[in-house]
T-cell receptor, first 110, second 113 residues
């Protein structure tokens, strides 16, 4: 079973920051937080991941709370092409498989 | 950069037929994962291979089998197809087993009539 809770849907205005929350209160010390997104039946696209520290790459930023029980994915300037289902996944790299939960359907509107 | 390649992209089969899906991982990647995504559902893990050995297994039907070859490409064989097997099948690859990020291919859409 998925170990994360995400809101089922969110809206964001084009050009504004999109902040997608994720709760993972049962995360273990050696588990990572991964974010993927899926744009309309395409293959899931890797966005970012982190263990304890905040992370940033060319696509997004990941903010992980100090107790690691929740995190937020930030798309700094959302575009229409960012409309997708975003999955927050707690990943144990000893196990290997990604367990996809319900995800958040983000709609970016003009 | 080279990505994961899956073939065919679309496949239509009749019930009780067999199907073979192929996955070519990113160059140098030694680990392959297969996922199934039914209509309106989230991707579900089927099976994975690391260095040509099965490394993990999910809810994969006994009618399905898979293997990874010496060039690291993988094939998912599906026999006695059922209507419920209609789905998107994604392959992902990573380097060094489960230690590193999985990158997904574009998927194969299987339709069973």
């Amino acid at each position: 079973d998925a170990k994360t809770t995400q809101p089922p849907s969110m809206d964001c205005a084009e050009g504004r920051a999109a902040n997608l929350p994720c709760n993972h209160s049962t995360i273990s010390g050696n588990e990572y937080v991964y974010w993927y997104r899926q744009i309309h039946s395409q293959g899931p696209q890797y966005i970012i991941h982190g263990l304890k520290n905040n992370e940033t790459n060319e696509m997004a930023s990941l903010i992980i709370t100090e107790d690691r029980k929740s995190s937020t994915l930030i798309l700094p300037h959302a575009t229409l092409r960012d409309t997708a289902v975003y999955y927050c996944i707690v990943f144990n790299n000893q196990g290997g498989k990604l367990i996809f939960g319900q995800g958040t359907e983000l709609s970016v509107k003009p | 950069a080279a990505g994961v390649i899956q073939s065919p992209r679309h496949l239509i089969k009749e019930k009780r037929e067999t199907a073979t899906l192929k996955c070519y991982p990113i160059p140098r990647h030694d680990t392959v994962y297969w996922y199934q995504q039914g209509p309106g559902q989230d991707p579900q893990f089927l099976i994975s291979f690391y260095e040509k050995m099965q490394s993990d297994k999910g809810s994969i039907p006994d009618r399905f089998s898979a293997q990874q070859f010496s060039d690291y490409h993988s094939e998912l064989n599906m026999s006695s197809l059922e209507l419920g097997d209609s789905a998107l099948y994604f392959c992902a690859s990573s380097l060094g087993g489960s230690l590193n990020t999985q990158y997904f291919g574009p998927g194969t859409r299987l339709t069973v009539l």
